[in-house]
């Protein structure tokens, strides 16, 4: 019974009289279209990297911190980038630490993939421009070319901050927690204003 109602229902449609009720098939997407879809999946997480140092240049030039920090302690072995805090290598380091002399040297131990430390970067910024001329704080890529220094200085996590004052570690401290670290750096800071009085 089954076979003679499809062969009428082929015939009807066959003659224009009815309309198929065949689903049609399914096509895959070209390629192209699966490009684009994988584009847009990751080119958030790209372009969000790339919003984020952008908003940080755009604050460091608007709060003119870029100057502020560079001119605090001036290294002829450091580099400084757009956003103001100077980047120190394994060959720049020690002699910055120890042409600070007695001014507070706060160094952030960083890596180019670590998240809290992109967010925290720029609150770093707008810290350095409050504290100078007092205080300085730099920063330290922990990268393949600076691997064996950061494993000396005993850096295990990103972000790490060393404090240096007189050539010497003075304190540290790890994890993104700029109200800490204020407050690690006012202690010592404070501690120098105690000594002038």
């Not at 076979?3 to 009720?21: D, E, H, V």
């Not at 901050?161 to 670290?181: I, N, P, R, S, W």
């Amino acid at each position: 019974m089954l076979s003679s109602k499809r062969i009428t229902a082929n015939a009807a449609c066959a003659a224009g009289q009815a309309t198929p009720l065949v689903r049609a098939p399914i096509r895959p997407l070209p390629l192209s279209n699966v490009q684009q879809q994988a584009q847009t999946l990751l080119v958030p997480r790209l372009s969000h990297a790339q919003a984020i140092g952008q908003r940080v240049r755009a604050a460091a030039v608007a709060d003119g911190a870029s100057a502020g920090a560079a001119a605090a302690v001036s290294s002829p072995v450091a580099s400084s980038d757009a956003a103001g805090l100077q980047e120190l290598d394994k060959d720049s380091f020690q002699p910055f630490i120890d042409a600070a002399g007695d001014k507070l040297v706060v160094v952030d131990f960083f890596t180019d993939w670590c998240g809290p430390c992109k967010l925290i970067y720029p609150q770093l910024v707008t810290l350095s421009a409050e504290l100078a001329p007092a205080a300085v704080i730099v920063k330290f890529n922990c990268n393949q070319n600076n691997k064996e220094l950061a494993k000396a200085l005993g850096i295990k996590v990103a972000p790490t901050f060393h404090l240096y004052k007189g050539g010497q570690k003075v304190a540290d401290m790890t994890g993104a927690k700029v109200d800490k670290l204020r407050e690690l750096i006012t202690q010592h800071t404070a501690s120098d204003d105690g000594q002038q009085n």
